[in-house]
């Protein structure tokens, strides 16, 4: 199976230091931040990975390279629209699958235990599918988390960073297949921008069905400011 990984992103929250370094480079425990996803990867035996670029495009392509020094694939999309939303990233990378082809779904700012991604292939067959925290309890996994609502079949019923009702936060991981895109173009044949959150949201209310993949007590963190990255940096010193 095939992961994408969306590493477009400005991470403005990170300036200045990401004026001139991209976010996904953005240094925790002495490695970039989309290290430790590619790592995360290869130990759930997925080695075959697409990158999405754009902001810093060619700094991100010449750490990674082919993806040789870390016995993985990696292919490379650029995407000229990223400020317009992590969607058209997404929509991008889909120009390298097969029609209807599954796939893992990655962000470049998540750290993830390789047990989430082994989690997520194990109900492969639920497609789409979202891993959920269903017992988060750091600052930095909730404060500005995507959270959703599940439902006792297990099945999400909304998501956003700002519903009402909510009982699992969003990891960040998907499990997903090439029928996305069509999701994709429906948003944004109204509208400028494109989240992820918003084709999910879509994707429900056209009927299909979001799995909710429960990941909780596995390790994961999201990185967009610099209290988040310090407290990556400590917790992923421990954890090495």
Known sequence: ???????????????????????????????????????????????????????????????????????????????????????????AATS???????????????????GIVRKALRTARSAPLLCVDRSSHHLSQIKDATKVFVDPGGFILNIGKHIARWNGIDTGVFLLDGNIIKVIKRVESHSNTVTISDCMRALIRDGESLRACDVSGLFWLDVDTFDDLIFADSILREVA
Request: hydrophobic content about 40%.
């Open 96 to 114: 390298l699958l097969s029609t209807g082809e599954p796939f893992l779904l990655l962000m470049s700012d998540h750290c993830i235990d390789a």
């Open 1 to 91: 199976m095939k992961a994408i990984i969306l590493a477009a992103g400005r991470g403005e929250r990170l300036l200045p230091l990401t004026k001139y370094c991209p976010k996904p480079l953005a240094s925790a425990a002495g490695k970039p931040l989309l290290e430790y996803t590619v790592e995360s990867l290869k130990q759930a035996s997925v080695k075959d990975l697409i990158i999405v670029t754009g902001y810093h495009a060619q700094a991100i392509q010449e750490y990674f390279g082919d993806g040789t020094k870390f016995d993985v694939r990696i292919s490379y999309v650029y995407n000229p629209f990223f400020e317009n939303g992590n969607g058209t990233s997404l929509k």
